[in-house]
């Protein structure tokens, strides 16, 4: 999930903030699955923004599937409870972009086309231009001429 997140932000061109984390796998759907020891990876990560001052922007997002496994410390409840650190529950990547930027993903209409607003509609808009590079470039090769 976080690799997929990755690559979606530099396709969009959009940063992901730094003080969240994500952990997770994604099947071929783009739907977030299960993952073990999320209780451990919580609290490592809670701990590090502890260390260095809860500030109520840090948070973890996890596979909405692990929910009920989490049997967290008192301490990471307590600052849950006070909105001092955050516990994101996804379904999918679209969700979980969207925390990880602060942009919606936005959903493609009949047509198959994004709000003009949306990090899908950004990726897709990279994606055109890439295409059109790769097209460019096959098209200059095919004009060389071959030794």
């Not at 001052?53 to 989490?70: F, M, R, S, Y």
């Not at 990471?76 to 909105?83: F, K, Q």
């Not at 925390?99 to 919606?104: A, D």
Request: aromatic fraction near 6%.
């Amino acid at each position: 999930m976080a690799e997929l997140c990755i690559l979606l932000s530099a396709l969009a061109n959009t940063p992901i903030k730094q003080s969240l984390a994500i952990t997770g796998s994604v099947n071929q759907f783009g739907q977030a699955q299960a993952i073990g020891a999320v209780n451990e990876k919580i609290e490592g990560f809670f701990d590090i923004c502890a260390s260095r001052g809860l500030t109520g922007e840090q948070g973890v997002l996890i596979p909405a599937a692990n929910i009920k496994h989490l049997m967290l410390r008192w301490d990471i409840v307590a600052a849950a409870e006070a909105g001092l650190f955050n516990i994101y529950a996804v379904e999918n990547v679209d969700q979980a972009i969207g925390l990880l930027t602060g942009i919606p993903a936005g959903e493609a209409d009949t047509n198959g086309h994004y709000p003009s607003d949306s990090l899908n509609n950004k990726i897709s808009v990279r994606l055109a231009e890439l295409t059109e590079l790769r097209d460019s470039f096959i098209t200059l090769q095919a004009k060389k001429p071959r030794k």
